[in-house]
């Protein structure tokens, strides 16, 4: 039997989040068909993008959402987190601003979502070490007070993209069984 008649197992709906241009969509493009783009146009329309793993000889599909360039603080609406199990909550390391908007990302994925939700911070575009403003050691202490996963990630060179999301799924699956 070829994988695609496999039985799915488990569906995971994940969700990003985080401000405008910090590489969400092409996080999602790389680790769902393995593309990255330099260019990448404001996200339009597409919902999610899936991916089956395996998990401990498990099939999981992650189905992955992505905000429809809903970025503007309060936009991105409760039908978005409805079900979702985990949350990537993406800044970009070179713009400190976005860094600084975690805490109201938490806020607003803390109302709306599942109080048990999954949650990783990623700190994207590592491949501009030269231009970072956010250090690695306070985004660290920011993820251990909230309770956080952490990784810092580079969607241009596929650098911890992949660790990122089996992270989420890994302690999903652990969570269900
Ligand atoms: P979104 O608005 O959060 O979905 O951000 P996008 O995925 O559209 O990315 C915004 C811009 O940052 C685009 O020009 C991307 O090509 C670029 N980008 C995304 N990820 C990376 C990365 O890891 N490194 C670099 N250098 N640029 C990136
Ligand atoms: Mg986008």
């Not at 969509?25 to 769902?32: C, G």
């Not at 079900?83 to 109201?104: C, E, N, S, W």
């Not at 030269?130 to 660290?140: G, Y």
Request: hydrophobic share 40%; charged share 25%.
């Amino acid at each position: 039997y070829g994988s695609s008649s496999h039985k799915t197992d488990y569906v995971f709906k994940v969700v990003l989040i985080g401000d405008s241009a910090v590489g969400k969509s092409q996080i999602l493009s790389r680790f769902s068909r393995n593309e990255f783009s330099l260019d990448s146009k404001a996200t339009i329309g597409v919902e999610f993008q899936t991916r089956t793993m395996l998990i401990q000889n498990k099939s999981v599909k992650a189905q992955i959402w992505d905000t429809a360039g809903q970025e503007r603080y309060r936009a991105v609406t409760s039908a978005y987190y409805r079900g979702a199990v985990g949350a990537m909550l993406v800044y970009d390391i070179t713009k400190r601003q976005t860094f600084d908007h975690i805490p109201r990302w938490l806020e607003e994925l803390r109302a709306h979502a599942d109080k048990n939700i999954v949650i990783i911070l990623i700190g994207n575009k590592t491949d501009l070490e030269d231009q970072r403003a956010v250090w690695t050691e306070d985004a660290k202490e920011f993820a251990e007070k909230e309770g956080l996963f952490f990784l810092e990630t580079s969607a241009l060179e596929a650098t911890y993209v992949e660790e990122a999301f089996v992270t989420v799924l890994t302690e999903i699956f652990n969570i269900v069984n």
